[in-house]
């Protein structure tokens, strides 16, 4: 089984990473179901990466159908620690203009068909979801983002809708009305899921268009929204490209706060523990299950 310490996950039209050498797909096994897709190992600048297609390559999965859990599951699996997540949003801003990536700190959860967590009865925690981003990985996205002359504002809030139909006017009035920055469909339970599995974890939103509150919406085509979307993707690319080696290469990574958010978050007592829940839960718990 192949091993990578840095975990990409690639949104709409973002389906591979340019750059990396030693590339192979690989099955990964998960005891929570089928991933989007099988993961891509490879290297990019002597750093042991793995990139996971969210709606698998050819954007065969709808935001509802994607099995998150055992996305997540798989990347730990592998020895993944940090996760950079890349989404394709709309804007609920003027100033987040097509084009513009968004590295976001903060997430409010519209969806209500999805597995939200890796617990439930037999073995109860309850992570905190206060800062549900990595500030150490948005420093350095934040970073890279400048040396590849990338617009990239820091910080923005996330709405995560159900989908797969997209907001109503009034829907998305109220959502801007909340101080919500950039609306999609991905990030949810996703982000949750990365806590639960003591992941550091990082959103770059890509807006590809104005939510439907524009008054100039409605004169937007779906090429348009193509031809942004593929230069969003080529962006991320080169994103990563720059972003990786500096996490690969932070000594301080081990230190982040992320990677204890189960210290105190299991409930269940010891003795009360559901036996196959916690095998099931090995690896993405296992360090609080011994």
């Known amino acids: 089984m192949g091993q990578a310490s840095i975990g990409i996950i690639g949104g709409s039209g973002v389906y591979d990473i340019a750059g990396l ?5 690989e099955k990964i096994e998960s005891p929570f179901g089928e991933p989007s897709d099988e993961l891509l190992f490879g290297e990019l600048n002597g750093v042991k990466l793995a990139f996971l297609p969210r709606h698998g390559r050819g954007h065969k999965l709808p935001p509802s159908e994607i099995n998150f859990r055992a996305n997540i599951d798989v990347l730990k699996r592998v020895g993944v620690s940090d996760v950079i997540s890349v989404s394709a949003v709309g804007s609920l801003r003027e100033h987040l203009s097509p084009g513009t990536f968004v590295i976001v700190d903060q997430f409010i959860d519209r969806t209500f068909a999805r597995a939200k967590s890796f617990f439930g009865a037999g073995l109860v925690a309850h992570v905190s979801m206060a800062h549900p981003v990595c500030k150490r990985l948005g420093d ?3 970073i890279a983002a400048k040396e590849a002359g990338i617009n990239a504002l820091r910080g923005g809030t996330y709405l995560v809708m159900e989908g797969p139909q997209f907001s109503s006017l009034a829907e998305s009035e109220l959502y801007r009305s909340w101080g ?3 609306i999609g469909m991905t990030n949810m339970p996703e982000a949750k899921l990365a806590r ?29 929204i193509i031809q942004v979307l593929l230069a969003n993707a080529d962006k991320a690319k080169t994103l990563v490209k720059h972003a990786v080696p500096r996490m690969g290469a932070d000594l301080t990574a081990c230190e982040c706060g992320c990677r204890n958010s189960l210290q105190y978050a299991l409930i269940t007592a010891p003795e009360a523990r559901d036996k196959e829940m916690c095998k099931k839960l090995q690896i993405i718990a296992g360090r609080m299950l011994k």
């Open 180 to 182: 919500c920055d950039v």
């Open 140 to 142: 350095h996205i934040e």
């Open 21 to 25: 050498e030693k590339k192979r797909w």
């Open 196 to 224: 639960e599995a003591e992941l550091c974890y990082a959103t770059v939103a890509m807006v590809t268009d104005y939510d439907c509150w524009h008054p100039d919406h409605d004169d937007v085509t779906v090429d348009q």
